[in-house]
């Protein structure tokens, strides 16, 4: 008999051909892979950006595909994506806000009448702050001019805040992008709300405070700047700042380099801006050991409500004990001697920045992909963040919460190459890294494994042929899988019946493509978006539904 299913089969397909019926489209590295609907990209868009691109994609070519997705998305249902921009904005759940600024901005200019006024209206949401809202002049002006509902928006941007809080804001992000709060004012031209607002914008656009600013109580701020600016002695310009709050933004270079002034700046300091700036605070020597600055840097890091509320995402913590471990700058300016005491705590709050997750009590087993493609690109701009680096990262705070699991990762034998075709057993390798390590060393660990080809079906085959138990396959990858000879959903449903256990597939998603090995007819595989802050849980969740 000649056995035609050996070459045309939904069972047992090969990674370069689709199977049959199944809808799949090629990926972009000559594999077949399942398309997301334009609502899961516009997700991962959301959440991931196109910053860096990818292996396969530039920066311009996935810019462009995703705002594509944007447009269509606000085609088909711009309330729907005005709402999906703002949830993903204002719970924290993205690296950087660019990519939700942007679209609505797109929403803004190119969407139909309704949609342009909810976007509008939407405005003080996603753009919280003054360089949010100069992020959106910059994006709307690339797709338009400054018409009336533009107009009204930004006006009402300045006007909705309290007179107080519009002067940090007015203090604080004076210019960015090019552009500056007197160039917004400008444009909008907005009629004052108070007394105290009206003030405000006279010193924004004229740069002088106007008669009655200094009983003001909501300059406050403001008159403190005009007398820091004044004086040449550290401990008045200290006390200035201690007292009236004074943010870092508004202080002159030449006081930064005082451990003083550092002092008087760290009760006020917003979670973000100290964990940017631990680095320099450690520089000019304000974390000696048992100081009270230390102690209180390391109890608010400890602080998971503090972390949440203040939305501080895990990929600034990641990047922040990427670049403090390392002791030197990014640019290669200024160096310093890293504190233990803040390597541990920054750990700890990468943790905690996920938020509470309720273990599943499943056994998972979690695949790293370390191909080559998952070796170039960033995940949201953050230099050396590679996909690869951030998928061990992401991993790690599932291995955190669930006791029973083990690592693997699709990769070649040591001093192999190209994955299942370089030998080693079937191209998988254990990676004995845990969360009990400390994640910097941890994600070093899987930095230095081999390439190997990318195969998203390895995980499943591997586990069939050692008769290992899983309930959950959890692979962290870019989705554009291409070397095996079988469908990652079909090697799932094989080890289903090999094994008797019903168990499912969680694909993560690690960069803004448009693909998933995940076959969306399959109630037991889900795709999900990496690095977003929801993303824990409900991997959680669903492995134990």
């Keep these: 008999m000649f056995k035609y299913t050996k070459f045309f089969s939904t069972k047992i397909t090969p990674q370069r051909e689709p199977i049959p019926g199944s809808g799949q489209t090629p990926n972009s590295a000559g594999g077949y892979a399942w398309p997301l609907d334009d609502w899961g990209r516009l997700d ?85 702050i003054g360089t949010h809202l100069m992020h959106f002049a910059e994006f709307a002006q690339g797709f338009g001019g400054w018409g009336r509902g533009m107009r009204k928006a930004v006006g009402a941007w300045f006007n909705g805040k309290r007179a107080d809080d519009l002067a940090l804001q007015l203090a604080k992000y004076q210019s960015r992008d090019g552009w500056s709060n007197r160039d917004l004012l400008r444009l909008a031209h907005p009629r004052a709300a108070s007394p105290s607002h009206d003030r405000l914008f006279a010193w924004a656009v004229k740069g002088e405070l106007a008669e009655g600013a200094a009983e003001d109580p909501s300059l406050a701020l403001i008159v403190a700047m005009e007398e820091l600016r004044k004086t040449d002695d550290l401990a008045t310009a200290a006390k200035l700042i201690r007292d009236k709050r004074v943010p870092r933004e508004c202080v002159a270079t030449e006081w930064l380099k005082q451990p003083e002034i550092w002092d008087a700046l760290l009760p006020a300091m917003p979670m973000t801006a100290m964990i940017r700036n631990l680095a320099t605070m450690t520089r000019v020597g304000l974390f000696a050991m048992g100081s009270e600055a230390l102690e209180l840097v390391v109890s608010r890091l400890a602080d998971r409500e ?150 998203c079906a390895l995980p499943m085959i591997w586990a069939k042929e050692n008769r290992i138990d899983v309930d959950t396959f959890v692979v962290y990858t870019d989705n554009e899988t291409w070397a095996g000879s079988v469908h990652p959903a079909q090697a799932l449903r094989d080890y289903r019946n090999a094994r008797g256990i019903p168990a499912k597939l969680v694909v993560v998603g690690m960069t803004s493509t448009g693909f998933s090995v995940a076959d969306p007819s399959d109630a037991g595989m889900l795709d999900v978006v990496g690095f977003d802050t929801s993303t824990p849980p409900v991997i959680a969740d669903f492995a134990r539904a």
Excluded at 94 to 111: E, H, R, T, V, Y
């Design 306 to 455: 503090r972390l949440v509320k203040a939305r501080v995402h895990p990929i600034a913590v990641l990047s922040a004990l990427a670049t403090y471990k390392s002791g030197r700058g990014a640019r290669g300016q200024g160096t310093w001697v890293p504190v233990a005491k803040v390597l541990d705590a920054l750990d700890a709050a990468f943790y905690a920045c996920f938020g509470a997750v309720e273990p599943a009590g499943k056994r998972l087993l979690l695949a790293l992909d370390v191909s080559g493609s998952m070796a170039s690109g960033e995940v949201a701009g953050v230099p050396g963040l590679t996909p690869r680096v951030a998928s061990a990262a992401m991993a790690l705070v599932t291995a955190a919460t669930e006791r029973d699991h083990a690592f693997v990762a699709f990769t070649a034998a040591a001093g192999g190459y190209g994955g299942k075709w370089g030998g080693g057993v079937a191209g998988i390798s254990a990676v004995s890294i845990s969360p009990r390590q400390r994640l910097d060393d941890a994600v070093a660990e899987v930095a230095k494994l081999p390439m190997g080809g990318t195969d």
């Design 44 to 128: 991962r868009f959301l959440v991931l950006g196109s910053e860096g691109g990818t292996f396969y994609a530039g920066e311009r070519e996935l810019t462009i595909e995703n705002a594509e997705v944007v447009a269509r998305c606000l085609a088909a249902d711009g309330i729907r994506t005005i709402d999906r921009i703002v949830d993903i904005s204002t719970t924290g759940r993205a690296p950087k806000n660019d990519p939700a600024i942007f679209s609505l901005a797109m929403a803004a200019k190119l969407g139909d009448e309704v949609t342009r006024r909810a976007a509008y209206a939407a405005l003080p949401q996603v753009c919280r």
